[in-house]
């Protein structure tokens, strides 16, 4: 399914649909959806090096308004939606409990935000995590602009220095490139098991 997943993604990035669909992937990421949006903004600033600024913003963009989603799975459809995310995840509840008492206080949810939505440790269950602690929206938003936007500016800067190079690797090495995809992941999801133990 991942791999399926990430041809579709792949495919699309090339397409005249490419920021109505890094733009989708970037948003459902935030709350369900397993791969991030980095290789698509990757594909994307590669062809398209004179707006990779704006492509950054796209992304990010979409990523807090979807992290506003994954805020509401938390706060009101936990018990419906957000168990079976996290179940599908293969994320404990006291893993998730121990999240969500470190989001507690607001200065600690906007140092928490901040870090792991700039590593590979998944957003979606950050952002679920806010929602049931109620984390003060102004705090989730600022910090969700933050980290989000400085995550794909940074990306997005690489792939316009190196923007030939990196088009170069995904057409050959459309393998390996897809493997990094999944490694970073599986790195996500056990950096949240290693931080909420």
């Known amino acids: 399914m991942i791999e399926k997943l990430y041809d579709w993604m792949m495919k699309q990035a090339e397409s005249k649909h490419a920021l109505r669909v890094l733009m989708f992937v970037s948003?459902?990421?935030?709350?369900?959806?397993?791969?991030?949006?980095?290789?698509?903004?990757?594909?994307?600033?590669?062809?398209?090096?004179?707006?990779?600024?704006?492509?950054?913003?796209?992304?990010?963009?979409?990523?807090?308004?979807?992290?506003?989603?994954?805020?509401?799975?938390?706060?009101?459809?936990?018990?419906?939606?957000?168990?079976?995310?996290?179940?599908?995840?293969?994320?404990?509840?006291?893993?998730?409990?121990?999240?969500?008492?470190?989001?507690?206080?607001?200065?600690?949810?906007?140092?928490?935000?901040?870090?792991?939505?700039?590593?590979?440790i998944p957003f979606k269950v950050v952002t679920i995590a806010s929602g049931f602690a109620k984390v003060n929206l102004w705090v989730f938003l600022v910090a969700s602009i933050i980290t989000r936007t400085t995550r794909f500016v940074i990306l997005s800067w690489v792939c316009k220095k190196y923007g030939d190079r990196v088009l170069n690797f995904i057409e050959k090495h459309k393998k390996i490139a897809l493997l990094a995809v999944i490694f970073l992941v599986i790195v996500g999801f056990a950096l949240i098991k290693l931080f909420v133990k």
Do not use: H
Request: contains cysteine.
């Open 27 to 120: 948003f459902i990421e935030s709350s369900f959806f397993p791969l991030p949006p980095d290789p698509v903004l990757a594909v994307v600033v590669a062809k398209n090096q004179n707006k990779a600024m704006y492509y950054a913003s796209m992304c990010a963009l979409a990523s807090v308004l979807g992290g506003f989603l994954g805020y509401f799975i938390g706060y009101a459809c936990f018990k419906t939606l957000g168990v079976y995310i996290l179940d599908w995840f293969n994320i404990t509840p006291a893993q998730f409990d121990e999240l969500v008492l470190k989001m507690g206080r607001d200065t600690w949810a906007f140092g928490l935000i901040c870090a792991k939505g700039l590593t590979p």
